[in-house]
């Protein structure tokens, strides 16, 4: 089954203040099945963050359809969706993880990671042994689970922003550069992670520079190339 389909997708920025739009993505055309996983390389600015931004709504495309088969409303266009849409879907069915954590301030590591499972209506019980599972899992020390992620190191915020996506098995799930300042060990939990979500039927796009060390788990390649998506290990995939 289908699960996403990105249509002649396209962004460019506006600069006001050199008066200049900057084309970010020129036309992109993808198809992903349920229970798959794909993986984006390419240069810097070649534009893959903004691909994975504009499926999440962080950026609203130019061009084109992104048509997600949701569990809730049925086929929908997430670059036309509406607000209150867009937020359900990120709380049920879609999780992203960027490089950078940003979360809210006074809320302890444990808090964070709960609060995912609660706004998705699971019980108080369930939510804490959950989030105690899947910090053990990420080998967060026990002694930070009531910090405050303010002063984490990078490789911690970075296993945190991952917790908190992954805690919620979402259907599917958006990774940008999940592994990027990972030592060797938590990279492999990363791996390991994924490997689970995958087995549970979880859909995801992930952007790696070390894309070798998703050897055998990624089921197609997507490379950039001149702001476009273009070049597919089995040739699905192709610029417009
Ligand atoms: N919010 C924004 N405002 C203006 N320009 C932006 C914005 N976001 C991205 N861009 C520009 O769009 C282009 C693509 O950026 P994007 O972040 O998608 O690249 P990337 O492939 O993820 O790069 P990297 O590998 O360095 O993360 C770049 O030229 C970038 O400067
Ligand atoms: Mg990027």
């Known amino acids: 089954m289908t699960i996403l389909?990105?249509?002649?997708?396209?962004?460019?920025?506006?600069?006001?203040?050199?008066?200049?739009r900057i084309p970010a993505v020129g036309q992109v055309q993808f198809t992903l099945h349920t229970g798959e996983f794909i993986g984006i390389i390419g240069k810097s600015g070649s534009g893959k963050s903004t691909i994975l931004k504009s499926i999440y709504?962080?950026?609203?495309?130019?061009?084109?359809?992104?048509?997600?088969?949701?569990?809730?409303?049925?086929?929908?266009?997430?670059?036309?969706?509406?607000?209150?849409?867009?937020?359900?879907?990120?709380?049920?069915?879609?999780?992203y993880v960027s490089q950078f954590l940003n979360v809210m301030p006074r809320t302890t590591c444990r808090e964070l990671v709960q609060?995912?499972?609660?706004?998705?209506?699971?019980?108080k019980e369930n939510a804490q042994v959950e989030a105690e599972k899947v910090l053990t899992h990420f080998e967060m020390d026990a002694e930070l689970w009531d910090s405050y992620p303010k002063t984490f190191?990078?490789?911690?915020?970075?296993?945190?922003?991952i917790a908190i996506a992954t805690v919620k098995k979402p259907r599917l799930l958006l990774l940008d550069e999940p592994t990027a300042s990972l030592d060797q060990k938590s990279k492999i939990k990363v791996r390991e992670m994924i490997e689970k979500l995958k087995h549970q039927g979880t859909t995801l796009i992930g952007i790696f520079h070390?894309?070798?060390?998703?050897?055998?788990?990624?089921?197609?390649v997507f490379e950039m190339k001149s702001n476009k998506v273009s070049v597919a290990s089995d040739g699905v995939l192709h610029e417009g």
């Open 57 to 95: 709504r962080t950026y609203l495309p130019d061009r084109g359809e992104i048509l997600y088969n949701s569990k809730q409303f049925g086929k929908i266009d997430l670059a036309r969706a509406t607000e209150r849409e867009i937020i359900f879907l990120r709380k049920n069915e879609i999780g």
């Open 210 to 220: 070390d894309i070798e060390f998703m050897e055998g788990l990624c089921d197609k």
């Open 153 to 161: 190191s990078g490789g911690e915020k970075l296993r945190l922003n």
């Open 5 to 20: 389909e990105v249509n002649g997708f396209g962004k460019a920025f506006t600069i006001h203040h050199l008066n200049k």
């Open 115 to 123: 609060n995912a499972l609660l706004e998705m209506g699971e019980i």
